[in-house]
């Protein structure tokens, strides 16, 4: 059965770090793409960052480039985000999923549900 779990989240003041992890069980993530998502209250969900697992390849959305930073452990099944100098405007409910592509400047998900860990919960504020 794939799982995704997603840990890490908090909240933070403006300018402080966090570090998520999403680590997989029931497949490996060798050879998948992976992303990070979010969905802030009454906004839609968008693609933050992805990597190639396979080759480590990155893509960041424009909002946290030069702040946020993928990186995987193979060994450990398992993608991390760290986040640095974050705002108010970062907080949201993240996610982490397999199977996404990134296709007309942005990144895309999966639309199978099964494919998605349940989020996990940033909030920066003061």
């Known amino acids: 059965q794939v799982q995704l779990v997603e840990s890490g989240g908090g909240l933070v003041q403006p300018g402080g770090s966090l570090r998520l992890s999403c680590t997989a069980s029931g497949f490996t993530l060798d050879n998948l793409g992976i992303g990070w998502f979010r969905q802030a209250p009454g906004k839609e969900r968008e693609g933050v960052s992805c990597i190639s697992v396979s080759d480590g390849t990155t893509y960041y959305a424009d909002s946290v480039k030069g702040r946020f930073t993928i990186s995987r452990d193979n060994a450990e099944n398992t993608v991390y985000l760290q986040m640095n100098s974050l705002k108010p405007e970062d907080t949201a409910v993240y996610y982490c999923?397999?199977?996404?592509?990134?296709?007309?400047?942005?990144?895309?998900?999966?639309?199978?549900?099964?494919?998605w860990g349940q989020g996990t919960q940033v909030t920066v504020s003061s």
């Open positions: 999923a397999i199977y996404v592509t990134v296709a007309a400047g942005r990144i895309w998900g999966p639309r199978d549900d099964n494919y």
